[in-house]
């Protein structure tokens, strides 16, 4: 996800390769940044941070706690924090850094191809400038939404940081029973994959309401009707919301410790 940040500030031309700083620990991804970005990359967080007007705190979320140690004392007033980590509180980052200007952000795998969607929130600290700033680097990964009440973060994180996995799975059984009726493979994924993409396409330039779009394809007594009544009769729509209730749980009881 920090790549795909990078690779979004970059290509959108808001910063140049000198610009950007990365600090990282492993050798090999110091020098692959370098080589494939032409950014700085060092392994001192510290030293990295001292000019940067925005500092984005992309690591796994076991690491946050010594990597906001680092950093503790270290932030002026005219920087703000940004933090993609899952389940980090607003409070724990405020915390963690000692910093007041701290920005909490729910971004989507498919902001790897520009094509994200992003939730973020941020502290009463942060400045309109800083604001500003965040709400570009997001918009280029994809479409963002800002919210004033971090519950929100929670809920978007059961919903579009999980998605794309719902998704995927719904996908991959979609391929798989093409297969299963007797469609060749690659076949069946590109039947599949563009149907998903169409019907995507179809709802946001129009619209129109899924069940409106639903009602279009139905007929009476029809193939699509059969489909749906096992669908329902096999708890899907239900199951749905069932599976994204429990990620929303989960995201709260992460952010509990």
């Not at 991959?172 to 169409?198: C, F, H, K, N, S």
């Not at 139905?218 to 199951?239: H, I, N, W």
């Not at 929303?248 to 410790?257: D, M, T």
Request: glycine share 10%; proline share 4%; with cysteine.
């Amino acid at each position: 996800m920090a790549e795909a940040i990078l690779h979004g500030v970059l290509s959108g031309k808001l910063a140049s390769p000198e610009d950007i700083s990365v600090g990282e620990p492993v050798a090999e991804r110091r020098e692959y940044l370098s080589s494939q970005f032409g950014v700085t990359a060092d392994a001192d967080n510290v030293k990295l941070a001292k000019n940067a007007d925005l500092l984005v705190l992309a690591v796994k979320p076991q690491d946050l706690g010594h990597v906001m140690g680092q950093l503790k004392g270290h932030l002026d007033s005219q920087q703000a924090a940004l933090s993609i980590v899952a389940g980090a509180k607003m409070e724990t980052l405020s915390n963690g850094l000692g910093h007041r200007s701290v920005v909490r952000v729910m971004p989507n795998t498919p902001a790897q191809i520009g094509a994200g969607m992003t939730l973020w929130t941020c502290s009463e600290g942060v400045d309109d400038s800083k604001k500003a700033m965040t709400k570009s680097v997001l918009g280029t990964i994809g479409q963002e939404i800002y919210v004033s009440d971090e519950k929100y973060l929670d809920m978007a994180t059961a919903l579009s940081a999980s998605g794309p996995a719902y998704v995927f799975l719904f996908i991959e059984a979609l391929i798989d029973a093409g297969v299963y009726v007797g469609l060749p493979r690659d076949m069946a994924r590109t039947l599949v994959l563009q149907t998903v993409y169409g019907s995507t396409k179809l709802l946001m330039e129009t619209g129109m309401h899924p069940a409106e779009a639903k009602d279009m394809v139905v007929s009476p007594a029809g193939t699509t009707a059969e489909a749906l009544r096992v669908l329902e009769d096999q708890g899907v729509p239900a199951a749905i919301v069932s599976a994204v209730d429990a990620a929303y749980r989960k995201s709260i009881q992460l952010g509990q410790g």
